[in-house]
């Protein structure tokens, strides 16, 4: 297992500075947004050769959402994930993020009941997945379907409803993303969850229960890695959160607590 972070403002401006702040921090790869990785490319490409720091995933900075109401959202993000894929395997990242949708509706808040059935969301998110699925093969990536929790996404909350989709559809370029503060509230058991989707998790996103740093809340990492251990993962396992206090010192406090957690749980770093 490896440990990356999403892009912070303290790390610098430039992409060199970033990423051997990164290092510095004691991480191993650094995840940005998708229209950030077009319009820098070249300056990144140039930054991982020199500091040695990989991307190691993309998440966001594309338009609309796979599970949008509205069809021409849908083909917006369709289209952009396709294009942000083809940039992720030149720079060797490992693949793009992306929840059926953010914000859009919660079966759990006002008004309760979506504009569309449950039956065909699931049609929806087979067709888009299907065509991403196309793209991530063309362009020798890969897509992470991220689970939301219940009140940030009615589609797909627990992990073994984006297996469901990946198995249905035959996607090959398709895996899960694993995010602990989501897991917490949605995994009956977050260990068991994670070994029964096995193999097909392929990008890890790490915040506590209060969405603060690995460390600042009361989830239970150790045996969450002891899964992953089990599972021989060996990818990113990315850190999305805020901070709080002083940053710095969060991100050496977090890093410290989660390489503690990985070897607790038999990994190596």
């Known amino acids: 297992m490896k440990l990356a972070t999403q892009d912070r403002s303290f790390f610098g401006e430039s992409f060199e500075e970033k990423m051997s702040k990164v290092k510095e921090l004691g991480f191993e790869g ?3 947004g998708g229209d950030v990785l077009i319009n820098r490319f070249e300056e990144i490409k140039k930054a991982v050769k020199t500091t040695g720091v990989p ?9 609309g959402w796979i599970g949008a109401f509205e069809e021409e959202e849908r083909k917006l ?3 952009d994930i396709g294009e942000i894929l083809r940039y992720t395997a030149e720079i060797g990242a490992t693949g793009v993020i992306a929840p059926a949708a953010f914000g859009i509706f919660s079966r759990k808040l006002p008004p309760f009941t979506p504009p569309r059935t449950a039956e065909e969301d699931r049609e929806v998110l087979l067709d888009s997945l299907e065509k991403i699925n196309v793209l991530a093969k063309e362009a020798g990536s890969i897509l992470f379907l991220e689970p939301l929790n219940r009140y940030e996404d009615h589609m797909i909350n627990r992990l073994e409803q984006a297996k469901s989709l990946i198995e249905q559809g035959g996607f090959s370029s398709v ?4 995010d602990f503060f989501h897991m917490s509230m949605e995994e009956a058991n977050v260990a068991k969850s994670i070994m029964e989707v096995n193999h097909l998790i392929g990008h890890v996103h790490l915040a506590d229960s209060n969405r603060l740093m690995p460390g600042k809340g009361h989830i239970d990492f150790d045996s969450g890695f002891q899964a992953l251990q089990k599972m021989d993962f060996s990818g990113f396992m990315s850190i999305e ?19 503690s957690n990985i070897i607790k749980g038999g990994g190596n770093l």
Do not use: H, N, T
């Open 30 to 32: 650094l995840e940005i």
């Open 77 to 79: 993000a369709i289209s």
């Open 55 to 63: 991307i190691s995933s993309i998440c966001g900075g594309y338009r």
């Open 175 to 178: 895996k899960v993303l694993a």
């Open 241 to 259: 959160c805020e901070i709080s206090g002083d940053p710095e010192k969060s991100y050496l406090e977090s890093a410290a607590f989660l390489k």
